[in-house]
T-cell receptor, first 114, second 112 residues
Framework: EAQVTQNPRYLITVTGKKLTVTCSQNMNHEYMSWYRQDPGLGLRQIYYSMNVEVTDKGDVPEGYKVSRKEKRNFPLILESPSPNQTSLYFC?????????????FGEGSWLTVV | GQNIDQPTEMTATEGAIVQINCTYQTSGFNGLFWYQQHAGEAPTFLSYNVLDGLEEKGRFSSFLSRSKGYSYLLLKELQMKDSASYLCAVRDRASGTYKYIFGTGTRLKVLA
């Protein structure tokens, strides 16, 4: 089954404690991305990657890091989480080879930073 | 710049038809997508338009006018389960890379 898997789904952590949200896709997609979704602000892109070892900042990259060492994985790293990073996070992937290919989303990760 | 506008909230009655509008501004338009998102869940794909005109898929249709930077999603025979947020998204191609830009979503309430 084609899917994007992210973990953890739910996490409560404390300010300053480094954490990583993993993301893996099994569709051999070149493009992967991280979004955060906050009430009234919609989906905002944090980082994206066009392929292995190629990453770029999205609209709200501050406080986040990513890496793309393998095609299937795209972890999101919060080196020193702060309460304003409390949000719902989505990982997504897409093929860039086919016109009209949609973006597939993971189930989301609810992160609370206290 | 890049911008997507859609109404914040709409209400309709079960069995009715509702049209959700979306206007966009982008420099490298490469397709428009509509997604449905139930509260707390991931967005799911509904439709895709890259050429002008209407795309129909069951109870859902989507229209695009590239010259006007305008799209709409039409939902027919509304059901209670259609209560959700509907996201308009544009794929923008600039400098050889793709970027998906999402609107803030239209929250649709279907009343019995």
């Amino acid at each position: 089954e084609a899917q994007v898997t992210q973990n953890p789904r739910y996490l409560i952590t404390v300010t300053g404690k480094k954490l990583t949200v993993t993301c893996s896709q099994n569709m051999n997609h070149e493009y992967m991305s991280w979004y955060r979704q906050d009430p009234g602000l919609g989906l905002r892109q944090i980082y994206y990657s066009m392929n292995v070892e190629v990453t770029d900042k999205g609209d709200v990259p501050e406080g986040y890091k990513v890496s793309r060492k393998e095609k299937r994985n795209f972890p999101l790293i919060l080196e020193s989480p702060s309460p304003n990073q409390t949000s719902l996070y989505f990982c997504a992937s897409s093929s860039q080879r086919q016109a009209g290919n949609t973006i597939y989303f993971g189930e989301g990760s609810w992160l609370t930073v206290v | 710049g890049q911008n997507i506008d859609q109404p914040t909230e709409m209400t309709a009655t079960e069995g009715a038809i509702v049209q959700i509008n979306c206007t966009y501004q982008t420099s490298g338009f490469n397709g428009l997508f509509w997604y449905q998102q139930h509260a707390g869940e991931a967005p799911t794909f509904l439709s895709y338009n890259v050429l002008d005109g209407l795309e129909e898929k069951g109870r859902f249709s989507s229209f695009l006018s590239r010259s006007k930077g305008y799209s709409y999603l039409l939902l027919k025979e509304l059901q209670m389960k259609d209560s959700a947020s509907y996201l308009c998204a544009v794929r923008d191609r600039a400098s050889g890379t793709y970027k998906y830009i999402f609107g803030t979503g239209t929250r649709l309430k279907v009343l019995a």
